[in-house]
């Protein structure tokens, strides 16, 4: 998957967005997705920086998620990018 992190000007806690295309399948199965990944967020969530925004992209997968592996992408890939921040985000030049 892939994680977009950005700092939230709000520090109650940080905030998820997530974006499934229909690459994935049906609206049954992305929905399925969001709700995996919602849980897994809200799991991990105590353990992030509080002042992040967080953007999940995931990848289309040909094996079943489990939610415990996508706790653990999910906490080392935050944690990683979140790291990864030390100068400030800066828009792509077109």
Do not use: Q
């Amino acid at each position: 998957m892939t994680v977009v992190v950005l700092p939230s000007r709000d520090a109650r806690g940080a905030k998820l967005g997530l974006s499934v295309s229909k690459d994935h399948g049906s609206a049954v199965v992305r929905n399925k997705i969001k709700r995996l990944l919602r849980e897994a967020f809200r799991l991990e969530r105590p353990d992030l920086p509080p002042a992040v925004e967080v953007v999940i992209v995931p990848k289309v997968r040909e094996e079943k998620l489990v939610l415990a592996e996508l706790r653990t992408e999910l906490r080392e890939l935050v944690t990683r990018a979140a790291g990864a921040r030390g100068e400030p985000a800066r828009r792509p030049r077109r």
